[in-house]
């Protein structure tokens, strides 16, 4: 009975979805803000202020029409307890060249599930799901952006077969 109370079942976004889904975008932000070991990333109190969660949502949708892209939620009987996104990524010749191989790319954008629905194998699922979605449109590739400092991320990633390819570099507090 109770692995029947906490099944998580995983399906497309809807509009109903939205206020939750904003809030869980703040959080998501508050939780990369709270791992940033030089402490750039601007937390939850000030995102409020901007409305972040309402914009992040709706480039993010607006982000996945555009590309042939799916964002899916993952919920249990209490409600949503994690989210992710993904979208073909549009290729012109010259990538085509610098990847390698000319084949079709996937994109996981965003990934997120609530801290005490973690561990459970929720984002294993929620990728899955997302792979899968991206396979069927021709995508034999899979990419996907993730905070240096996040090492749990990382490390659920690399069991999921990811590995590293790209690094991006920054220097800061420069003077002007
Ligand atoms: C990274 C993140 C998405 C992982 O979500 P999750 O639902 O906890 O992931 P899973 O449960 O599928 O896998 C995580 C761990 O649980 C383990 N696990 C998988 N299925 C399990 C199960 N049925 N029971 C217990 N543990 C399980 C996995 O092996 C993994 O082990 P680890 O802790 O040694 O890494 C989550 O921590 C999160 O939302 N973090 C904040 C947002 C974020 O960082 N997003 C990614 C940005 S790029």
Do not use: W
């Amino acid at each position: 009975m109770a692995a029947l109370k906490t099944a998580v079942r995983i399906r497309r976004y809807s509009n109903h979805d939205r206020a939750v889904i904003e809030r869980m975008f703040e959080n998501f932000q508050d939780y990369l803000a709270s791992v940033d070991d030089i402490r750039r990333l601007v937390r939850k109190n000030a995102l409020r202020r901007l409305d972040y969660g309402r914009a992040y949502l709706n480039k993010t949708l607006k982000d996945i029409s555009e590309n042939n892209g799916v964002f899916y939620v993952a919920e249990n009987s209490r409600g949503i307890v994690g989210f992710v996104a993904a979208r073909m990524v549009k290729q012109d010749k010259i990538d085509a060249i610098e990847i390698g191989r000319k084949e079709s790319i996937g994109e996981i954008t965003e990934l997120y599930v609530t801290q005490s629905q973690r561990g459970k194998g929720t984002a294993q699922k929620l990728m899955g799901i997302a792979e899968k979605y991206l396979n069927d449109k021709g995508c034999t590739h899979m990419k996907l952006n993730v905070f240096a400092p996040n090492m749990r991320a990382r490390r659920f990633y690399q069991k999921l077969g990811y590995t590293e390819r790209m690094l991006e570099l920054g220097k800061y507090n420069l003077t002007k």
